[in-house]
């Protein structure tokens, strides 16, 4: 089986719908391989998997640790992981930390938040052969809310700009997280990479889901998730039902036990 490649991504522009979900581990990595395109081993797993409050406090030997084995489960799906909190404060910190990332990994690419203020730092990963996703709008490690971003015209003009910057920066693919629809077709029409949006409308060219939400793992998820399942809800059934055999003698059951 092939895996996909950064060009292969690139000429789905406009054409083609690409399929992105999150990955942590080893079961997600191995389904979500199946269909998708990406597999972004992102760093909300701070939230959906530590319990931690922000994506803030995540390290990178963490983040490391789950992206092996979801490069390691994963065959034909691009694999980028995403750089945590002061990882890349400048170019030579995040190559630092973005060729252990790789080495360690071996992962394809890795991602950034943020937009004009970054440029150097995609310039100059890029520069060293190491491909990078852009991430704007709503930039969970440096935010003050979660608001939605783009409804007055100044921050418009702002991530339109952020948008235009990242992929002349070298950026192969632009996450738009949580911004106003029409401000997504603006970018999307602005840009000459693909935009994967998660809150960011059906004018993108791609979507992407923390995978966690969208199977109802998540206890608190905002609007723009829909849930496929709910899994929590499934698993709750099962440990209940597990229980109430184990205290009424039901469990192990006769095939269960070694004669
Ligand atoms: O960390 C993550 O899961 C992400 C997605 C929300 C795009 O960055």
Redesign the pocket.
Known sequence: MQRITIKKILSKKNRTPII?L?AYSKTTAEISDKYCDII?V????ANVLYGMKS?REVKIDTMILHAKTVRKYSRKSLVVF?MPHRTYTNKFSAYKNAKKVIKHTKCHAV?L?GGKEIVKIIKYLTRKGIPVMG?IGLL?QTATNFRVKGKNSFQKKRILRDAIEVSKAGAFAI?L?CIVEDLAKEIKKSVSVPT?G?GASKYCDGQ???VDDMLGLSNNFPKFVRQYSNLRKIIEKSVKHYARDVKLKRFPYINNVYK
């Open positions: 992105c999150t972004l992102g760093d909300s797993l994506t995403d991602k938040e991430h969970p996450i997280e994967i998660i992407i889901l923390v």
